[in-house]
């Protein structure tokens, strides 16, 4: 007797989709429902968040042969973004697909004049994956016992604990009466374009809004405020200060 094995070579296509369909959201809610029930995790109690996202047209996909195998609910406030949600299906986990995902929707972002991407680290043990693709842990804020992280989606100005030029803005994670008694925690050494005013790059940081910040120019000291009144973009959702341009 002779047997004969046929082996078919099957084309996989991945496929990120940011305008996702009604078959789409019943891929997601069916793969959700089955993990709800066999491990009681997951995102199935989020539904209505999943939902809400798909008729703001505020949900991506990542489709394997038009089945979609992981998705990521997100909002945007202007210059910065919230991921709410993201997941990959359970049975594709560990092979990229969540890191593709992940940076084809920080590029969409990108394209689409965000500055900074946010998120609530959930469930806590995700954290790790979050720092491979570029996430940074905020600093310590007042009243937030949760997991915030934070990726700029430009190229920004890096705090460091001293500021080596005369010229440099300065953070101080505490209110005005406290921050007379301490050092600084931020610097940024600042570099402008021809006008003086417009910096070479952004500062991108989050804040709380009572925090008190200071602004040096060749040595002087030209302004001294809270961050809620410093002169300075803040993103609309509260959580960041952008510093693009100092006209003081």
């Known amino acids: 007797m002779i047997y004969l094995t046929v082996v078919l070579n099957v084309e996989i296509v991945l496929k990120t989709n940011f305008n996702p369909s009604e078959k789409h959201l019943a891929d997601i809610k069916k793969w959700l429902t089955k993990e709800w029930n066999k491990t009681k995790s997951g995102f199935y109690d989020n539904w209505n968040i999943i939902e809400n996202g798909f008729s703001k047209n505020n949900i991506v996909v990542i489709t394997k042969n038009n089945f979609v195998i992981g998705f990521v609910v997100y909002r945007i406030h202007e210059f910065q973004a919230v991921i709410d949600i993201a997941e990959t299906k359970p049975t594709e986990r560990k092979k990229g697909i969540a890191k593709k995902l992940i940076n084809d929707t920080l590029d969409y972002f990108a394209q689409k004049g965000v500055l900074v991407c946010e998120l609530f680290c959930s469930p806590e043990n995700s954290e790790p994956f979050w720092k491979?693709?570029?996430?940074?842990?905020?600093?310590?804020?007042?009243?937030?016992?949760?997991?915030?992280?934070?990726?700029?989606?430009?190229?920004?100005?890096?705090?460091?604990?001293?500021?080596?030029?005369?010229?440099?803005?300065?953070?101080?994670?505490?209110?005005?009466?406290?921050?007379?008694?301490?050092k600084?925690?931020?610097?940024?050494?600042?570099?402008?374009?021809?006008?003086?005013?417009?910096?070479?790059?952004?500062?991108?940081?989050?804040?709380?809004?009572?925090?008190?910040?200071?602004?040096?120019?060749?040595?002087?000291?030209?302004?001294?405020?809270?961050?809620?009144?410093?002169?300075?973009?803040?993103?609309?959702?509260?959580?960041?200060?952008?510093?693009?341009?100092?006209?003081?």
Request: glycine letters at 2%; a neutral charge; proline letters at 7%.
């Open 132 to 182: 491979r693709i570029g996430f940074e842990n905020f600093p310590e804020l007042p009243h937030n016992s949760i997991i915030n992280m934070f990726k700029p989606l430009v190229e920004t100005f890096k705090p460091a604990e001293k500021a080596e030029s005369d010229t440099k803005i300065s953070l101080w994670n505490c209110e005005p009466y406290q921050a007379e008694k301490e």
């Open 184 to 248: 600084a925690k931020w610097n940024w050494d600042l570099n402008f374009v021809e006008d003086n005013e417009t910096l070479t790059k952004p500062i991108i940081f989050p804040v709380s809004s009572d925090w008190q910040m200071e602004l040096t120019k060749n040595g002087k000291k030209i302004i001294s405020q809270k961050v809620k009144r410093f002169p300075i973009d803040l993103a609309d959702y509260g959580s960041f200060m952008i510093i693009r341009k100092l006209t003081t």
